[in-house]
């Protein structure tokens, strides 16, 4: 009995020690899980912060990248919309302003063809002008010739 005692006791013992060596491996590998997670948490924020893509978790990058094209895809209907709206505005201030003063719309008329006009009349002056430069050196070449005889 005394061996029977003596067994049991020592199977207890040892028991308890790979109790204890497990507990003790169990704290070791929980400390190191929650510094693991503590470093990714701050390496996602430092990624976050820094804007640096190969520190970022790639779940996160994911989740952001698609929040950036759902946001991009509503910023680009507003902008279609408001280049709508836009355009509609321009066509509704032209035909307003040419309802409201019929005037307008005969000075606007008048004023293209003074333009075409000023026009015609620029190139006519230039056109002398060049004709004037070539007469004056022809005159000035039949001085020359008739004051050498």
Do not use: C
């Amino acid at each position: 009995m005394n061996y029977t005692l003596k067994k049991n006791i020592f199977d207890k013992y040892e028991t308890l020690w790979f109790i204890f060596l497990f507990s003790e491996y169990y704290k070791i590998k929980t400390e190191q899980i929650q510094i693991e997670i503590i470093e990714q948490k701050r390496k996602r924020e430092e990624a976050s912060r820094s804007g640096d893509v190969r520190m970022m978790d790639t779940k996160v990058v994911q989740s952001e990248l698609s929040e950036n094209r759902k946001s991009y895809t509503t910023l680009q209907a507003e902008y279609i919309d408001l280049t709508k709206r836009l355009k509609e505005l321009e066509e509704d201030l032209e035909t307003t302003r040419f309802r409201s003063d019929p005037k307008l719309i005969m000075l606007d008329r008048e004023l293209a063809m003074l333009q075409a006009q000023y026009n015609e009349y620029q190139a006519a002056n230039s056109s002398m002008h060049e004709n004037n430069v070539s007469l004056q050196f022809e005159i000035s070449t039949y001085r020359r010739l008739l004051q050498g005889n």
